[in-house]
């Protein structure tokens, strides 16, 4: 199985920080990785690529590194985050980045 | 609206066995594959299981095969999973997900979420 890996576990910035998390997965998954947000108590929502995503959202990276940037950190936007790979079956995901408000 | 609703979570005994549900609205459910999810309390997201479109492939977890089992009825817009021999560490919030191709493929993700059903397994 593909591992992901996260990094931070855990973040706090300020509104309107710009922030960056990072996945590592432990192969190349060429570009098929996936970031999710979740606020608590609710369902997971893809983040990237998807109308109604506001644009300070981006992601980048290939093959084994990705990062996916926040710009301009707006109050809405401290949940907590995924990445998932969907190179192969099992699909995983990485362990989660919370973000906090600091 | 496209929705996804599940159901049939609830308080089971170890070694005991539960079926969820999930109804699908507001989408072509045939022409998607469609998974299942689990977050254990607090903690992050597992892919549990999957389907393809049409049935004809299934996909499992290591730690659910040979006890889950994905179907899905195409004329009632359902997914479902039987689960047996639970065990406690299968309490979670399981939600059911729909993937943007017919079948698991690089470059699938999952834009579709219902709201998750909670099952616990406890003596």
């Known amino acids: 199985d593909i591992q992901m890996t996260q990094s931070p576990s855990s973040l706090s910035a300020s509104v309107g920080d710009r922030v960056t998390i990072t996945c590592r997965a432990s192969?190349?998954?060429?570009?098929?990785l996936n970031w999710y947000q979740q606020k608590a108590g609710t369902a997971p929502k893809l983040l990237i690529l998807?109308?109604?995503?506001?644009s300070r959202f981006s992601g980048s990276g290939s093959g084994t590194d990705f990062t996916l940037t926040i710009r301009s950190l707006q109050p809405e936007d401290f949940a907590t985050y995924y990445c998932?790979?969907?190179?192969?079956?099992?699909?995983?995901f990485g362990q989660g980045t919370k973000l906090e408000i600091k | 609206e496209v929705q996804l609703l599940e159901s049939g979570g609830g308080l089971v005994q170890p070694g005991g066995s539960l079926r969820l549900s999930c109804t699908a609205s507001?989408?072509?459910?045939?022409?998607?594959?469609m998974s299942w999810v689990r977050q254990a309390p607090g903690k992050g997201l597992e892919w549990v299981s999957a389907?393809?479109?049409?049935?004809?492939?299934?996909y499992y977890a290591d730690s659910v095969k040979g006890r889950f089992t994905v179907s899905r009825d195409n004329s009632k817009n359902t997914l479902s999973l039987q689960m047996d021999s639970l065990r406690a560490d299968d309490s979670a919030v399981y939600y059911c997900?729909?993937?943007?191709?017919?079948?698991?493929?690089?470059?699938?993700?999952?834009?579709?979420w219902g709201q998750g059903t909670t099952v616990t397994v406890s003596s």
């Open positions: 507001g989408f072509t459910f045939s022409k998607f594959a």
């Open positions: 998932q790979q969907t190179y192969s079956i099992p699909y995983t």
């Open positions: 997900a729909k993937s943007i191709v017919v079948v698991l493929a690089g470059g699938d993700s999952f834009d579709i």
């Open positions: 389907v393809s479109g049409n049935s004809g492939s299934t």
């Open positions: 998807q109308s109604g995503v506001p």
């Open positions: 192969q190349s998954i060429r570009n098929y």
